[in-house]
């Protein structure tokens, strides 16, 4: 019951901020709203499971959204619930990207650091590039050896083989991902031979 009036007042103090930035947006009164929601919308991601920046990125994603798009709030009354909304489609979205996310390797990054680890002779990145290269199509094969051996750049192997850039790029990429579990055991491998 004691609550009551720290909530009252809370409220009324949302409500004038809120008024304030809907009638006149402009940096002070964005200023204010920013104070008042960002320590919620920081807290809402924080009870949904969110390390403490990645929160507060959001937060600040959120409060972006709003800046732009305030115009396109029809109820002021159901502000509060908008902003919400706000937020919890921006954590879809980041969970929805992490989802999404393929891992990958860098090829040329790898390369150079299994030379170095490697007692072989010279030469043998090569050979485990050709050993790697049968995990993958022959159009996969193709792209990746005049990207990273013949040292192409996309649009000279789109050009060459009259695809798509688009397509070129998209090989490239399934190529790494299919590489990646190899690579990832093979890197591993070296650090525990090391």
């Known amino acids: 019951m ?7 007042e809370r409220f009324l103090r949302e409500g ?19 104070n008042v929601f960002s320590p919620q919308l920081v807290a809402f991601f924080r009870a949904r499971g969110c390390e403490l920046a990645l929160a507060e990125d959001l937060a600040q994603e959120v409060m972006f959204t709003v800046y732009r798009k305030a115009a396109q709030v029809r109820d002021r009354a159901l502000f509060r619930a908008w902003l919400f909304k706000v937020a919890r489609n921006a ?12 891992e990958t390797v860098e090829l040329s990054d790898l390369i150079d650091r299994m030379t170095a680890a490697s007692p072989k002779p010279a030469g043998s990145p090569a050979f485990e590039f050709r050993h790697w290269m049968a995990f993958l199509d022959s159009r996969e ?9 013949e040292q192409w750049e996309y649009h000279e192997i789109a050009a060459a083989r009259d695809i798509p850039i688009g397509t070129v790029q998209w090989r490239v990429f399934n190529a790494k991902k299919k590489l990646a579990p190899h690579l990832a055991m093979r890197q591993n491998n070296t650090r525990k031979a090391a």
Request: glycine share 2%.
């Open 141 to 149: 094969r193709e792209v990746m050896t005049l990207r990273f051996i």
């Open 2 to 8: 004691n609550n009551q009036p720290i909530t009252n």
């Open 91 to 102: 954590l879809c979205r980041h969970y929805g990207k992490q989802t999404r996310e393929v």
């Open 16 to 34: 004038a901020v809120t008024e304030k930035f809907l009638e006149s947006p402009n940096e002070d009164s964005f200023a204010d709203l920013f």
